[in-house]
């Protein structure tokens, strides 16, 4: 086993969040995720150095971690209440805008990082998540960093596919539920619900349910 992949560990609040056979050392990222969480962490952890809630993890970023690199992300969406302070602490950590014509200014790319980082919110769902149920992730001597939980991940996938604008995110929402054990199933079926208009529920994560959604 490489050494880079001998550091990640996840620490969460309750057990069994994943199904037994999985390791949580998460071996199964790709290089450029694994530089780009490592990077993350030590961002999370000057925040808290400074006395500031560090950035959560969300969108794709997410999904990538908890799905072992099944489904892969372009960048990490943060949310932090503490915009200002995030970017000057990334820009302290090498960050730049990108520039040039075409090219989005809204996130931020790192030199050695194939990942770009980009705030896009916040508050978590916009306040609707329970902020209880973060999990934190130790990163090796890097730091911990804090990321959505897997059931308002799969809340908020599936009110992406409700709202018609992405159809892929069902399968992620899925994946997630598939790989995943020990979730909190009545308060998943409250917030898909609360996502989804009333629309979507647990149900429609379930294997059975896939082929009438395809």
Do not use: C
């Not at 917030?191 to 208009?197: K, L, S």
């Amino acid at each position: 086993m490489a050494e880079s992949h001998s550091i990640y560990t996840a620490r969460f609040p309750s057990t069994g969040r994943f199904k037994s056979g999985m390791s949580a050392d998460m071996t199964q990222w790709r290089p450029q995720f694994q530089a780009a969480l490592e990077k993350l962490a030590e961002i999370s952890s000057a925040m808290d150095e400074l006395g500031l809630n560090p950035p959560i993890l969300v969108g794709g970023g997410a999904v990538e971690l908890y799905t072992q690199g099944a489904i892969n992300t372009g960048d990490f969406d943060l949310v932090t209440s503490q915009q200002s302070a995030l970017e000057s602490v990334m820009v302290e950590h090498g960050f730049v805008r990108p520039r040039g014509a075409g090219r989005l200014t809204r996130g931020w790319i790192h030199p050695s990082l194939k990942l770009g980082f980009e705030v896009v919110g916040s508050r978590l769902l916009d306040g609707h998540a329970d902020t209880s149920l973060l999990q934190l992730i130790e990163v090796g001597a890097h730091g911990t960093v804090a990321v959505i939980s897997i059931e308002d991940l799969i809340a908020d996938r599936m009110g992406q596919y409700a709202s018609g604008a992405a159809h892929d995110m069902i399968g992620q929402a899925q994946a997630l539920f598939t790989l995943s054990e020990g979730l909190d199933t009545d308060y998943m079926e409250r917030r898909i619900r609360e996502e989804t208009i009333d629309t979507y529920g647990v149900q429609d994560l379930k294997a059975d349910a896939r082929d009438d959604q395809s």
